[in-house]
């Protein structure tokens, strides 16, 4: 996701990853982001799996990763368990999103 926000950041997109961790693993999420070289914000939930916003964006806790695109608050593409074989549909829908 990283690298979809670096190659379309000119166009105004922007992004963020979600964990749903307690604040123990802060650490580990900051060793992951300088290995590789992520510059996205990483969150840590602050309620964890009983955070509000799981019930919310209907997140499912089983699955590996939930990918959203988004515009002025409105969802227009979900992807669960992206891998790096399904990113190009990723990428598309934010294409689409920026009128690309």
């Known amino acids: 996701m ?10 105004g997109l922007k992004g963020f990853a979600v964990f749903i961790v307690g604040f123990e693993k802060k650490g580990a999420i900051e060793q992951l982001a300088e290995k590789h070289d992520i510059k996205i914000p990483l969150v840590i939930l602050k309620g964890g799996k009983m955070d509000e916003a799981l019930r ?20 227009l593409f979900k992807r669960v368990n992206a891998t790096a074989e399904t990113f190009g549909g990723i990428e598309a829908a934010v294409k689409g999103m920026l009128g690309k």
């Open 2 to 11: 990283d690298e979809i926000v670096k190659r379309y950041e000119s166009d």
């Open 56 to 75: 919310t964006y209907r997140i499912n806790l089983n699955a590996a990763n939930t990918i959203f695109v988004s515009k002025s608050n409105r969802v």
